[in-house]
């Protein structure tokens, strides 16, 4: 009986799903079922009073009108100011408007300019909420919260939140051309239309402001990192003019990519040496210019001497004479410079691991006030695992900005489901030891260790484009959401921001919460398990960085080419950083490298990363080295056939439309999967000389097909 009532709900259930294509994200207000839940809610929100009418106010009171008015199918009335002291739902950016004794005064007192308080109190035996922040900004960020705690079902009748984003630009990065293609991009193009810009404003536009102020990020980098000097140009601010307009209301700046050689290409100077005082005259007009279209800009992001990009050294300078200059024609507008640091150079035969730390360590200190030096989360490049960035805690005098990516460029792009909140987690929490036990690298980004520090940042290399689901893979959203959320929050866990954006973005059925979170926690382990068990990295296709070739070494520049980062022979396979190889090891602080300095007591995670292990060398379970790579390789593999299942039998929690996209994608992933598999495998195989354990089933191409595979037109690779 009991099975038959659940196969009709079940089936009830998946009838009233009505097909989505994603679009909505997590913003997906949804009517109340839950009756009960349903009752209390209206009990508790009879009514509401927003004080203020700027547009950022306005914003934040249709998004809650129209969130509640869906969620508890039911129209709120707004009071006016003489009923505010009785409104059920109180919010106000002025201090002065909460009763006294309430304490919020008191609170605000913590919160600064973006912190918000959403307090239930009970006055004159009535229950009343209140969201209060300092500014408007604040109580649209409340907003978004209140509504957060009604998607995802949580009791309202007792809240004492104080909620304080823990650094101060939360951002995204767009890597996005001024043509439209975006690299590393997997969603479609650039969702900026330059050509139709000023005059055109996308509601698109509108609506990834909104998403973005639902996370609390609140800064864009409009361009790629690979810059475009036109973007400077009148005709381009005046598009760029249009955007910062468009998402002011939303709390969100913008900012640009500054190409180096700029004075040169669009100033028609004769150099761009950072010394000379024509290019800093230049900058400092073309800054002056840009604040006449843009009064908030933000900034500018500088990849330079990297990777064929203009910079300082050109002229035999340094980074910081480059980024000082530019900190210097922003600082009367309180603009501020990311620096990136992400530099290794062709010419130099150190281990490229150590480059960056090399370059910069010995700068800190000599930077600007307004620069903060902006470093990927590992030293090599955003891979599938990699261990924390041995900048972080090495430059006290300087402030880092983290850059995450959430493009998944190096992780299955956007055919395959991995949520990055445990890769992003595993690194904020990583503890560098630089001012003893605790250090954790969010700390060194959170200014925790230097009450001075102003500048504190998290940003991420977005993964949106003009898809109709943005993000390409359905689940990927998820990753732009853990980005904005562990910006404000970096103590928040995976598995909790998982539960938030599973209930908002499909439901709150605890059937499906339990199945899709444990996919989702999973699925960053499933991924490096059959691509780069154990510590090996950049072993991924040219150029495109699909797929496996573990072989490639016919790259110009030896640190391009995958042989030089997994150093296979016939003794072994690794990277030795240790003392007896490039010591990269040595970059970090003595108690934080103990975990890895040891072959033999190294986390076998990143075991290969930093060691040149023997292929009979004996793991943790028992196995050789080669048999243990084999029964990764085959159990991730193994683990999607799994994934496929568990998304099966979530079939009727989520409408047909997104739930058969997953499901073609999973389908991929599986072929992906074993794809990585056997070309490692097989490659591997020819240095191991040791054949594949019996018990697994032997591939069914040979090495060299998989070697003759070509994907000249994969995306994201400025095609
Ligand atoms: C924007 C990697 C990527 C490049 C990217 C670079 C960077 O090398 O493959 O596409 O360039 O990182 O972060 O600057």
Redesign the pocket.
């Known amino acids: 009986m009991k099975k038959i009532l659940l196969s009709c709900f079940l089936f009830a259930l998946c009838f009233q799903l009505k097909a989505e294509t994603g679009y909505e994200l997590w913003l997906r207000y949804q009517a109340l079922q839950d009756q009960a839940l349903l009752s209390s809610y209206r009990q508790q929100i009879s009514n509401i009073y927003m004080e203020g009418s700027s547009e950022t106010i306005k914003i934040a009171r249709e998004e809650l009108l129209n969130g509640l008015s869906v969620m508890l199918q039911k129209k709120i009335p707004s009071v006016s100011v003489a009923s505010a002291s009785t409104a059920s739902l109180f919010i106000s950016a002025r201090t002065s408007s909460f009763p006294s004794g309430s304490g919020i005064k008191e609170l605000l007192q913590q919160t600064g300019d973006e912190g918000f308080v959403i307090h239930t109190q009970k006055i004159n035996q009535q229950n009343r909420i209140f969201i209060a922040g300092n500014t408007d900004q604040a109580i649209l960020y409340g907003v978004f919260h209140f509504l957060r705690l009604l998607q995802t079902q949580q009791p309202i009748s007792s809240l004492q939140i104080v909620s304080v984003p823990k650094v101060k630009l939360r951002m995204l990065n767009h890597?996005d051309n001024m043509n439209r293609t975006v690299?590393?991009g997997y969603a479609g193009f650039s969702l900026w239309n330059w050509h139709t810009l000023p005059g055109y404003i996308d509601p698109r536009y509108i609506d990834y402001a909104r998403a973005n102020a639902s996370i609390g990020i609140n800064g864009t980098v409009l361009t790629?990192?690979?810059a475009n000097a036109t973007i400077l140009t009148p005709t381009y601010l005046e598009k760029v003019k249009a955007l910062a307009d468009a998402f002011r209301p939303y709390g969100i700046k913008v900012y640009l990519t500054a190409r180096f050689s700029a004075p040169i290409e669009i100033g028609r100077l004769k150099t761009a040496d950072p010394l000379d005082p024509q290019v800093r005259q230049w900058w400092k007009d073309k800054v002056k210019e840009i604040y006449q279209y843009v009064p908030d800009f933000g900034g500018f992001v500088v990849?330079a001497n990297?990777?064929g990009?203009p910079g300082p050294q050109d002229y035999k300078r340094s980074h910081s004479d480059g980024a000082n200059m530019l900190a210097e024609a922003v600082a009367p507008f309180k603009g501020i410079i990311m620096w990136?640091a992400?530099v290794y150079s062709a010419e130099k035969n150190v281990d490229r691991h150590k480059q960056a730390y090399d370059e910069f360590v010995p700068l800190d200190g000599a930077f600007n006030k307004n620069v903060m030096v902006q470093v990927?989360n590992g030293a090599i490049?955003?891979m599938p695992r990699e261990p924390f960035h041995p900048l972080f805690g090495a430059m006290p005098k300087t402030p880092l900005m983290m850059?995450f990516?959430v493009t998944q460029?190096y992780l299955g792009q956007a055919t395959n489901l991995v949520y990055l909140g445990p890769l992003f987690k595993e690194c904020l929490d990583s503890d560098t030891y630089s001012n003893g036990k605790g250090s954790t690298v969010a700390k060194m980004l959170d200014g925790s260790f230097n009450k001075e520090q102003t500048l504190t940042g998290i940003t991420g290399?977005a993964n949106i484009g003009t898809d109709v689901n943005w993000c390409g893979h359905p689940f990927a959203q998820a990753n732009w959401y853990a980005l904005g959320r562990l910006a404000w929050d970096h103590s928040l866990s995976a598995e909790k921001i998982a539960d938030e954006w599973l209930r908002m973005t499909y439901s709150n059925h605890p059937t499906f919460l339990q199945t899709a979170s444990k996919l989702m926690m999973e699925s960053r382990d499933v991924f490096v398990q059959y691509s780069n068990p154990n510590g090996l990295h950049h072993i991924m296709g040219t150029g495109h960085?699909y797929g496996p070739a573990p072989w490639v070494s016919n790259l110009n520049r030896p640190d391009w080419n995958p042989v030089y980062y997994h150093k296979a022979d016939s003794l072994g396979i690794g990277f030795n950083r240790t003392a007896t190889g490039s010591n990269a090891l040595e970059q970090y602080h003595p108690e934080a490298r103990k975990i890895w300095e040891n072959m033999n007591t190294c986390e076998e995670k990143n075991l290969l990363w930093f060691h040149h292990v023997p292929w009979t060398f004996k793991m943790k379970s028992g196995r050789s080295l080669w048999d243990e790579l084999c029964f990764n390789y085959y159990t991730g593999a193994a683990k999607v056939k799994s994934m496929q299942q568990a998304w099966a039998s979530l079939k009727p929690y989520v409408d047909q439309q997104r739930h058969e996209q997953v499901r073609m994608l999973l389908t991929v992933q599986h072929e992906e999967a074993i794809w990585w598999r056997n070309a490692c495998l097989l490659y591997f195989q020819t240095f191991s000389k040791q054949p594949i354990p019996a018990n697994y089933e032997k591939p069914d191409k040979t090495l060299d097909y998989y070697k003759s595979l070509r994907f000249p037109l994969a995306p994201?690779?400025g095609n």
Do not use: A, L, P, T
Request: net charge negative; charged share 40%.
């Open positions: 890597w690299e590393r790629n990192v690979n990849k990297s990777e990009q990136r992400f990927k490049d955003f850059e990516q460029e290399v960085h994201g690779n």
